[in-house]
C-alpha cells in the first residue's frame, strides 16, 4: 500500500470530456482525438468500499504463461497481462467488465484482491470470501489471480516491534503453519491452484505487523516457512511473489530477501512519490525501480508491479507516460494498477488528464491498430488511423430562408495550447505517430 495512503475510498467514476490527448503523425499540436465518458457503458455510480482492516488494495494472477503468451487477439505478442485493483470482495468482480467497457473491448487479464488481516480464520480464505474471484479466473484460461496474504493476524494494529520480534521468532518455529495449510487447501479446492500469492507484502515498511525490520532473520525463516507448507498440498501451482515498497522505507528490501528457492517473482509496490521527486529519481534512487529489475535480473526472476498509480504528485500525466514505458520496456509478468483515489484513472475522477492517457494506451483499438511499416528516411509518416469525429445532422433551413455563405473551413486547425510530449519510441511506434496534450482542459461533467 502506497505510505501515508490509508484508507482512501474511492470517490467515483473519472467522467473526461474534454479532448484531452491525441495521436497524430502531422505538425505538432494538430490533429486531437476526444475522450469523453461511454454512456452506452457507464461506469459504476457507487464508489467502492476500503479494502478490509488488513489489506491494501492492489493484484492477482494465474497460471502463467510466457510473457505475452495470451495476448489478446490482434494484440503484439509483447502485450503484458494488466489489471485494476477494483474492490477486495464480489464487487471488484464484476467491476472488472465495467473496467472492459471502458477500455473499448479490452478485458484486464489480471485480477487482484486482498485476504483480510484482522483474523487467522480470515486469512485462511474462509466464509466464502475467495468464490468470486475463483469463478472469475476459472472462467478463463488465460486469466491471473493475484492475491496479496498477510502473514500475520492484526496485521494492521500498530504492533511495537518488540511485539512484532516475538511473533516473527514464534512464526519461524513453526505457530503458524496450520493457516497456511487451510489457506493452500481452499484455493486448490476451488480451482485456483495456479493463484499468485503476493505474500507479506511492503515488508520494508512500518505499516504491517507483518513487516521484515525488527527481525529479519526470523521473518525469511518464516517466509521459507510458509513457502514450504503451501506447496506441500496437493495439486497446488502456486507462485510467490516478493514485493516490497519501492526505495529504502524502513530498511533496504533486499536484506528481506529470504531465497531463490521459495521465490518465483520480484515485485515492487511503486507509486509516485514523495512529492517532487522526478521519474528519473525514483528510477536512480535506493532500492528504486532500476535496482529492483537488476536485482531480478541477477537472480533469474521475472518482475511484478503489485501496486502502482499516481499519488502526492497529482494528476501526473508524465509518471503515466513514464511508468508505462518503463513496464513496456522491462516486461513484467504483470502489473495491477491500484483504482481508487488518490492513485488511480477509472474510478477516481481527480486523475483526468493521466485516466485519457492509460484509456488511450490500454484500450483495445491501441491494440488492434496495425503497425506502421518501418519508415525509410524520405518518407513521410502518414497519419495515425483515428476514428473519424461524428458529424452533426444538418438543421433543415425555414422555407424562404435565405442560404448563407459557406464558411470555409481552416487550412491548418491547430488545438489549442498542446504540446508534444517527448515519448519513447516504442509509444510512437505502437501510435504510428505522436502524442500530444492540450493544457485546456474542459470542464468535467457534474
Not at 476459472?138 to 496474504?149: C, E, F, P, Q
Not at 527481525?215 to 495439486?235: L, N, T
Not at 536484506?255 to 528510477?283: E, N
Not at 494506451?361 to 513521410?380: G, H, I, K
Request: hydrophobic share 35%.
Amino acid at each position: 500500500m502506497a505510505r501515508d495512503r490509508r484508507r482512501s475510498a474511492p470517490r467515483g467514476p473519472a467522467l473526461i470530456t474534454a479532448a484531452v490527448i491525441a495521436a497524430s503523425a502531422l505538425t505538432p499540436g494538430t490533429a486531437l482525438a476526444a475522450s469523453h465518458p461511454d454512456p452506452a457503458h457507464p461506469a459504476p455510480a457507487a464508489a467502492p468500499a476500503p479494502p478490509p482492516a488488513t489489506p491494501p488494495p492492489p493484484p492477482a494472477p494465474s497460471p502463467q504463461p510466457q510473457q505475452g503468451a495470451h495476448a489478446p487477439a490482434g494484440a503484439p505478442a509483447h502485450a503484458p497481462a494488466f489489471g485494476a485493483y477494483l474492490h477486495y470482495g464480489p464487487a471488484g468482480v464484476q467491476r472488472m467488465q465495467q473496467l472492459t467497457h471502458w477500455l473499448g473491448g479490452q478485458e484486464p487479464r489480471v485480477g487482484h484482491t486482498y485476504l483480510p488481516g484482522d483474523l487467522w480464520t480470515n486469512i485462511e480464505g474462509g466464509h466464502g470470501f475467495l468464490d468470486s474471484w475463483a469463478a472469475w479466473r476459472r472462467a478463463k484460461s488465460d486469466r491471473m489471480l493475484v492475491l496479496n496474504v498477510p502473514m500475520m493476524e492484526r496485521n494492521e494494529s500498530g504492533l511495537s516491534d518488540a511485539t512484532v520480534r516475538t511473533l516473527l521468532r514464534r512464526a519461524a518455529s513453526g505457530a503458524f503453519d496450520e493457516h497456511y495449510e487451510a489457506l493452500a487447501e481452499r484455493l486448490v479446492g476451488l480451482g485456483v491452484p495456479d493463484t499468485v500469492i503476493v505474500l507479506g507484502w511492503e515488508m520494508n515498511g512500518i505499516t504491517y505487523t507483518h513487516r521484515c525490520g525488527p527481525d529479519p532473520e526470523s521473518w525469511k525463516r518464516y517466509w521459507r516457512r510458509i513457502v514450504r507448507v503451501m506447496r506441500a498440498v496437493d495439486g497446488q501451482r502456486f507462485r510467490f511473489d516478493f514485493a516490497p515498497s519501492r526505495g529504502r522505507d524502513a530498511v533496504p528490501w533486499p536484506a528481506c530477501y529470504p531465497g531463490d528457492d521459495v521465490v518465483d517473482i520480484i515485485g515492487m509496490d511503486a507509486y509516485d512519490q514523495p512529492r517532487g521527486l522526478t521519474f528519473d529519481q525514483q528510477v536512480s534512487e535506493p532500492y528504486g525501480l532500476q535496482h529492483h529489475v537488476d536485482f531480478a535480473r541477477r537472480h533469474g526472476k521475472p518482475i511484478s508491479y503489485p501496486e502502482w498509480g499516481l499519488f502526492r504528485n497529482g494528476d501526473n500525466i508524465t509518471y503515466m507516460l513514464r511508468m508505462l514505458a518503463w513496464m513496456d520496456q522491462h516486461k513484467p509478468l504483470y502489473n495491477t494498477i491500484t483504482d481508487y483515489c488518490p492513485h488511480g484513472v477509472w474510478l477516481c475522477s481527480d486523475n483526468p488528464r493521466a485516466s485519457a492517457l492509460y484509456r488511450l494506451l490500454l484500450s483495445a483499438p491501441l491494440y488492434s491498430r496495425p503497425q506502421p511499416a518501418p519508415a525509410t528516411p524520405d518518407a513521410t509518416p502518414s497519419p495515425a488511423t483515428l476514428p473519424a469525429p461524428a458529424t452533426p445532422p444538418a438543421t433543415p433551413e425555414p422555407a424562404g430562408a435565405a442560404t448563407p455563405a459557406p464558411t470555409p473551413a481552416p487550412t491548418t486547425p491547430q488545438a489549442p495550447h498542446c504540446t508534444l510530449l517527448d515519448l519513447e519510441k516504442w509509444l510512437e511506434q505502437q501510435l504510428g505517430g505522436r502524442l500530444s496534450a492540450c493544457l485546456d482542459w474542459a470542464e468535467r461533467y457534474r
